[in-house]
């Protein structure tokens, strides 16, 4: 399995499209004990983890620490981030088995800003040619996440001319398209919030929805959450 463990629900941005971070959820960073404590009983049915759930994984002053830590049980460490605090050569040195994403969003500055609120364009952008420049043998895997929006259109464009892979996916708020079947992530992926809360799914953003409580429901896709969600 791939569970995730949130190690802070901080963010420092506010992306228009981000399904948790215009809402009151409680925000706060995980305990170290706490992180090991999963980490160790997660490690041998796991092979990898990612770091991450409601927030920015970069706001939490152990991140490069926990990636040492997951490494260090032979699973991959997979990360997602905006980038914007992340210091790019200490990800080099230390994320030696796994996988980062960085979300970009845009092709220009002005368009960043509008998206995520912050004027943030030119250092995502620096800091991805850096890393493909400094990650020749491809020891890191490394791709970029674009999110489709109208605000967007087609700038994937500029965003595949910085040299790295591009994921374009489609806004993650939009309906389901797939209609209501059966769900794999409860057993794929179940999620631990930063308050050690298991929850049934990565999408319950209010962290309401126990795992062992709702897992049935959640498989079966009967929860309101699940009615939102395009993963088939
Ligand atoms: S960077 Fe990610 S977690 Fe932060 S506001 Fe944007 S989409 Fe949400
Ligand atoms: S929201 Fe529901 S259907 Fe979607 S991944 Fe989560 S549990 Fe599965």
């Not at 400094?134 to 890191?140: A, K, Q």
């Not at 994921?167 to 389901?176: C, G, L, R, T």
Request: proline share 4%.
């Amino acid at each position: 399995m791939k569970p995730s463990i949130e190690i802070s629900s901080i963010c420092n941005l506010r992306c228009k499209m981000c399904p948790y971070q215009h809402k009151d959820i409680e925000q706060g960073l995980m305990e170290w004990d706490l992180f090991t404590k999963l980490a160790d009983e997660l490690a041998p049915l796991s092979e990898a983890i990612h770091i991450f759930n409601r927030g920015e994984p970069f706001t939490h002053p152990r991140v490069y620490e926990m990636i040492d830590y997951i490494q260090e049980k032979g699973i991959k460490a997979i990360i997602a981030t905006n980038a914007l605090l992340m210091d790019e050569k200490k990800i080099l040195e230390h994320l030696k088995n796994g996988l980062l994403v960085i979300s970009c969003h845009a092709g220009d500055r002005e368009t960043y800003k509008k998206i995520t609120g912050t004027d943030g364009f030119d250092e995502v952008r620096r800091k991805i040619i850096w890393i493909k420049n400094n990650n020749p043998h491809g020891n890191l895997e490394f791709g970029v996440k674009f999110v489709k929006l109208p605000e967007n259109n087609g700038q994937e464009k500029e965003v595949e001319g910085f040299g790295a892979t591009v994921y374009v996916v489609e806004d993650s708020n939009q309906s389901n398209p797939y209609g209501y079947i059966d769900c794999s992530q409860p057993d794929v992926c179940p999620t631990w919030d930063f308050k050690g809360h298991k929850k049934v799914c990565c999408r319950d953003e209010y962290s309401k929805y126990d795992y062992d409580k709702y897992y049935g429901q959640a498989k079966r896709r009967e929860l309101d959450i699940c009615q939102r969600c395009a993963i088939h």
